[in-house]
């Protein structure tokens, strides 16, 4: 390197000598200034709000509320979905479980531990301690209430048979699932979410064992979700998933699409219903297809998810267009077709998806080319909050079971459903209105 090699120690030459020294007196001048503006900064303490912008890990999600969190809050990084079974007979159990809970919830939401710390070592610890000092990340935790709580096995366990909504009903099955027993249903439904995995599992893991005797775990599953703030993410099919939701910024929407009413079911009024499917996809399948197939299949273009036909990712499907042979250029069997509210009477639903990659295991496909191998355990967790099962997820996805392109590269073999009440008022619980008689 010659001219400004670092390494360079030969003596300055006289011409140079009035130059280095304006660099200097520059380099000293800028030092003072820096100086001085780092010490107006240590006396001028950030705006929390404007940090947590800044650094997810500091944002923070209240826990009281009329709306549980986790439902139309903006979509955190990460998630672990739990489902537990009750193991006690005894409502006044329930209610102290829920109770226990609830308080946990909200001081984890603040940044606190599950409970506070002993004061000694002798003592068994209320809280595992591995999220210590990681930051609120934008906790989130959703409860939600599946038909088990309230009749199991013919039995009326906490005489809460009557109080069951009407909408909180048993799925039906659909065409080409697979469901495995140890993925599907339960009696309770922990959601927490957070821009951080282990704040996330570390939430559903205290509650978990506070739990212990009264609740027993019965399927978890973790996610992530991958992108910047304020763009769609995508999923592992390399396509965006979620742009046609009904806006979270729009009161209005959420009213008539996502929180029930509470007409025939006061308890759930400010609540919603939630169905989560376990999906697992054949990716290495679907890595040795064309992009336009792929295109085709979705009915988007992949990098810039415009509807095929359109230009940027929010237009509005057009689903009367056709090519120049007078073929529709968003196939019949296309997944945005088929889930397009204008083909499903007008029908939304809030979808709250994350990936999820457990590894490998032994896979039969089920179409051509009729393989068996060890594959990618990896998929989709698909959670989607409505105002009503029936008039929402059911017939979507009767119309996307039956007809969608997606199911050759597609197999739900997980499912549950549950009921998520509003939420809690600070010094109540969550859930107190369905015990209230």
């Given at each position: 390197?010659?001219?400004?090699?670092?390494?360079?120690?030969?003596?300055?030459?006289?011409?140079?000598?009035?130059?280095?020294?304006?660099?200097?007196?520059?380099?000293?001048?800028?030092a003072?200034l820096?100086?001085?503006?780092?010490?107006?900064?240590?006396?001028?303490?950030?705006?929390?709000?404007?940090m947590?912008?800044?650094?997810?890990?500091?944002?923070?999600?209240?826990?009281?509320?009329?709306?549980?969190?986790?439902?139309?809050?903006?979509?955190?990084?990460?998630?672990?979905?739990?489902?537990?079974?009750?193991?006690?007979?005894?409502?006044?159990?329930?209610?102290?479980?829920?109770?226990?809970?609830?308080?946990a919830?909200?001081r984890?939401?603040?940044?606190?531990?599950?409970?506070?710390?002993?004061?000694?070592?002798?003592?068994?610890a209320?809280?595992?301690g591995?999220?210590?000092?990681?930051?609120?990340?934008?906790?989130?935790?959703?409860?939600?209430?599946g038909?088990?709580?309230?009749?199991?096995?013919?039995?009326?366990?906490?005489?809460l048979?009557r109080?069951?909504?009407?909408?909180?009903?048993?799925?039906?099955h659909?065409?080409?699932?697979?469901?495995?027993p140890?993925?599907t249903?339960?009696?309770?439904?922990i959601?927490?979410?957070?821009?951080?995995?282990q704040?996330?599992?570390h939430?559903?893991?205290?509650?978990v064992?506070?739990?212990?005797?009264?609740?027993?775990m019965?399927?978890?599953?973790?996610?992530?979700?991958?992108?910047?703030?304020?763009?769609t993410?995508?999923?592992?099919m390399?396509?965006?998933?979620?742009?046609?939701?009904?806006?979270?910024?729009?009161?209005?929407?959420?009213?008539?699409?996502?929180?029930a009413?509470g007409?025939?079911?006061?308890?759930?009024?400010?609540?919603?219903?939630?169905v989560?499917?376990?999906?697992?996809?054949?990716?290495?399948?679907?890595d040795?297809?064309?992009?336009?197939?792929?295109?085709?299949?979705?009915?988007?273009?992949?990098?810039?998810?415009?509807?095929?036909?359109?230009?940027?990712?929010?237009?509005?499907?057009?689903?009367?267009a056709?090519d120049?042979?007078?073929?529709?250029?968003?196939?019949?069997?296309?997944?945005?077709?088929?889930?397009?509210e204008?083909?499903n009477?007008g029908?939304?639903?809030?979808?709250?998806?994350?990936?999820?990659?457990?590894?490998?295991?032994?896979?039969?496909?089920?179409?051509?080319?009729?393989?068996?191998d060890?594959?990618?355990?990896?998929?989709?967790?698909?959670?989607?909050?409505?105002?009503?099962?029936?008039?929402?997820f059911?017939?979507?996805?009767e119309?996307?079971?039956?007809?969608?392109?997606?199911?050759?590269?597609?197999?739900?073999?997980?499912?549950?459903?549950?009921?998520?009440?509003?939420?809690?008022?600070?010094?109540?619980?969550?859930g107190?209105?369905?015990f209230?008689?």
């Amino acid at each position: 390197m010659t001219g400004t090699d670092m390494n360079d120690t030969s003596t300055p030459k006289d011409e140079d000598l009035p130059r280095r020294r304006f660099l200097k007196s520059g380099l000293a001048a800028g030092a003072a200034l820096g100086a001085a503006q780092a010490v107006l900064a240590a006396q001028t303490p950030p705006d929390a709000t404007a940090m947590a912008k800044m650094d997810p890990m500091r944002s923070v999600e209240p826990f009281y509320g009329p709306h549980q969190g986790g439902i139309v809050t903006p979509q955190q990084s990460h998630t672990y979905v739990a489902s537990l079974d009750l193991a006690t007979e005894k409502r006044d159990e329930l209610i102290g479980l829920l109770r226990t809970w609830t308080e946990a919830s909200a001081r984890m939401a603040r940044g606190d531990t599950a409970k506070p710390l002993p004061q000694s070592d002798a003592d068994a610890a209320p809280d595992s301690g591995d999220a210590l000092g990681l930051g609120t990340a934008g906790l989130t935790i959703t409860f939600g209430f599946g038909p088990g709580m309230f009749m199991s096995s013919g039995k009326d366990r906490y005489g809460l048979a009557r109080r069951r909504p009407e909408a909180l009903v048993d799925l039906p099955h659909f065409n080409g699932e697979q469901l495995i027993p140890q993925k599907t249903g339960g009696d309770i439904l922990i959601q927490a979410c957070a821009h951080d995995p282990q704040v996330a599992f570390h939430a559903v893991r205290q509650l978990v064992r506070m739990g212990y005797g009264a609740v027993q775990m019965r399927w978890g599953q973790a996610g992530f979700l991958s992108g910047l703030r304020g763009h769609t993410p995508r999923n592992l099919m390399g396509f965006k998933d979620g742009t046609n939701n009904p806006s979270i910024a729009q009161p209005a929407l959420m009213k008539q699409f996502v929180w029930a009413r509470g007409t025939e079911t006061p308890w759930m009024h400010g609540g919603t219903y939630t169905v989560v499917r376990r999906i697992r996809i054949t990716i290495e399948h679907w890595d040795q297809m064309k992009v336009g197939f792929q295109e085709q299949v979705f009915g988007r273009e992949k990098y810039s998810g415009a509807p095929i036909g359109k230009r940027n990712e929010f237009d509005a499907l057009d689903l009367d267009a056709v090519d120049k042979d007078g073929n529709p250029l968003i196939p019949e069997n296309a997944h945005a077709r088929l889930s397009n509210e204008s083909v499903n009477n007008g029908a939304q639903i809030l979808r709250r998806s994350y990936a999820y990659n457990d590894g490998t295991d032994f896979y039969i496909e089920r179409w051509p080319p009729w393989r068996q191998d060890t594959e990618y355990d990896a998929g989709l967790i698909f959670i989607a909050h409505q105002s009503d099962p029936r008039t929402g997820f059911i017939p979507i996805n009767e119309r996307l079971a039956k007809f969608d392109m997606l199911n050759q590269f597609t197999t739900h073999v997980g499912s549950a459903i549950f009921a998520c009440p509003p939420g809690a008022a600070e010094g109540s619980f969550i859930g107190a209105g369905l015990f209230n008689t």
